[in-house]
T-cell receptor
Framework: AQSVTQLGSHVSVSEGALVLLRCNYS??????LFWYVQYPNQGLQLLLK??????LVKGINGFEAEFKKSETSFHLTKPSAHMSDAAEYFC??????????FGAGTRLTVKP | EAGVAQSPRYKIIEKRQSVAFWCNPI?????LYWYQQILGQGPKLLIQ????????DSQLPKDRFSAERLKGVDSTLKIQPAKLEDSAVYLC????????????FGSGTRLTVV
C-alpha cells in the first residue's frame, strides 16, 4: 500500500538549532510530496511542495525539503529554529488518483 | 482570495445525537475533501467530491456518516447517530483539481461527543 511515514512523533530542539523532520514514502512511482504545518486549533497550512521540478524545494518561514528518490525521502529542514516554529508538522503524498495521504505528524518543540 | 470557510468551529454533543458541519470552498475549486483528524493522528480522508459528484468515499462510515455537495459549491457532512469515537477535528479542503497543487484547508470543526 502506498503510504508515508514520519520518523519521530516528537522532536525537541533549542532555539537557533537545526530542525530536521523526517519523512519517507513508499512508492515505485515518484509522487507529489508536501509538508504542512498545523498550529493549535487551526487548519493545515502548506509549507512547501515537490512537483518533480527541482529536488530541493524552498518553502515559507525558512523551511526547505530535499527529494531523494534513492532514499524515498523528503525530509524537512530549517537551519535555525525559532520559537514560533513550535507546531505539528505533517508530510503528505499525492498520487495520480488525486488522493492525498498524510503521515501521523511530528510535534516540534522549541526550547528557549 | 478568501480561504476555505467552515462552521461551526466547535461542537459538543451527546452520543446518539446528530450533527452537521458546513464547508464553503475557495471559489473556482472543483475538488472538495472532508478529512477526519483524531487527536494525535494525521488527517484521514473521508470523502472527495469533484464538482457535485463523489470521487472517493471508500473510508466514509456510511452507516452513520453522509455528505453532499449540492450545486458543486458548498458541502455538508452529517453524522447520525454520533459515537464517542467520532470525537475529532473535521477538516474541509479544496483544490483546483490539479495533482501538482496542495490543498487549501479550512480551520476545521472540533467535535466532542460525550
Amino acid at each position: 500500500a502506498q503510504s508515508v511515514t514520519q520518523l519521530g512523533s516528537h522532536v525537541s530542539v533549542s532555539e537557533g538549532a537545526l530542525v530536521l523532520l523526517r519523512c519517507n514514502y513508499s512508492s515505485s512511482v515518484p509522487p507529489y510530496l508536501f509538508w504542512y504545518v498545523q498550529y493549535p486549533n487551526q487548519g493545515l497550512q502548506l509549507l512547501l511542495k515537490y512537483t518533480s521540478a527541482a529536488t530541493l524545494v524552498k518553502g515559507i518561514n525558512g523551511f526547505e525539503a530535499e527529494f531523494k528518490k534513492s532514499e524515498t525521502s523528503f525530509h524537512l529542514t530549517k537551519p535555525s529554529a525559532h520559537m514560533s516554529d513550535a507546531a505539528e508538522y505533517f508530510c503528505a503524498v499525492r498520487y495520480n488518483n488525486n488522493d492525498m495521504r498524510f503521515g501521523a505528524g511530528t510535534r516540534l518543540t522549541v526550547k528557549p | 482570495e478568501a480561504g476555505v470557510a467552515q462552521s461551526p468551529r466547535y461542537k459538543i454533543i451527546e452520543k446518539r445525537q446528530s450533527v452537521a458541519f458546513w464547508c464553503n470552498p475557495i471559489s473556482g475549486h472543483a475538488t472538495l475533501y472532508w478529512y477526519q483528524q483524531i487527536l494525535g493522528q494525521g488527517p484521514k480522508l473521508l470523502i472527495q467530491f469533484q464538482n457535485n459528484g463523489v470521487v472517493d468515499d471508500s473510508q466514509l462510515p456510511k452507516d452513520r456518516f453522509s455528505a453532499e455537495r449540492l450545486k458543486g459549491v458548498d458541502s455538508t457532512l452529517k453524522i447520525q447517530p454520533a459515537k464517542l469515537e467520532d470525537s475529532a477535528v473535521y477538516l474541509c479542503a479544496s483544490s483546483l483539481d490539479s495533482r501538482s497543487y496542495g490543498y487549501t484547508f479550512g480551520s476545521g470543526t472540533r467535535l466532542t461527543v460525550v
